[in-house]
């Protein structure tokens, strides 16, 4: 008995942590230029937040990423890309190799944040309140997660998943109306 009741205090208070994180406009990270950039500058917009590596197997969603972006940002959506290099190494260069890589290579036109962690000891609070929101530890580069206009998490959409696919593709429109 008093183990479920502790049970149901921790659930609870563990919920309302996370509610009192309120959105992700609660958060600044830095632009991959080095400035600050505060989150609620995207405040009425649906975004795709997405931790992006440049050596992984799924670097190539960058030009899937791309094309999603193109097709809605007229309509108030925009795509983060946050660089992390949490899994296999796989995002081993400076905010600057970066960004040369992702616009050299794939045409990158959407916003791009400086590399960050984004599990772990020293993750990043906003990816600590993203994985606490939804679906745990990020695990692995290429996680997708889906805002609403109101800064909430919507979705979680796993690595294998390609910013194309009807899924998310879906799921955007959704958010859009």
Request: aromatic share 10%.
């Amino acid at each position: 008995m008093i183990h479920a009741i502790t049970t149901a205090l921790l659930a609870g208070a563990l919920a309302t942590a996370i509610a009192s994180a309120g959105s992700i406009y609660d958060y600044t990270l830095n632009s991959i230029d080095g400035q600050p950039q505060a989150l609620a500058a995207y405040k009425g917009k649906v975004v795709l937040i997405v931790n992006v590596a440049s050596r992984c197997g799924f670097t190539p969603q960058y030009e899937a990423l791309e094309k999603v972006y193109e097709q809605y940002k007229d309509r108030g959506f925009v795509i983060l890309g946050v660089p992390a290099n949490n899994f296999g190494g796989q995002e081993p260069g400076t905010n600057e190799e970066i960004k040369t890589f992702c616009t050299r290579k794939y045409n990158v036109s959407f916003p791009m944040l400086a590399k960050v962690s984004v599990k772990g000891d020293d993750i990043t609070p906003l990816y600590k309140y993203l994985t606490g929101a939804k679906g745990g530890d990020v695990k692995w580069n290429f996680t997708k997660f889906l805002i609403g206009r109101d800064g909430a998490l919507l979705e979680r959409f796993e690595s294998p998943t390609k910013p194309d696919s009807p899924a998310v593709t879906a799921a955007i429109e959704l958010a859009l109306k």
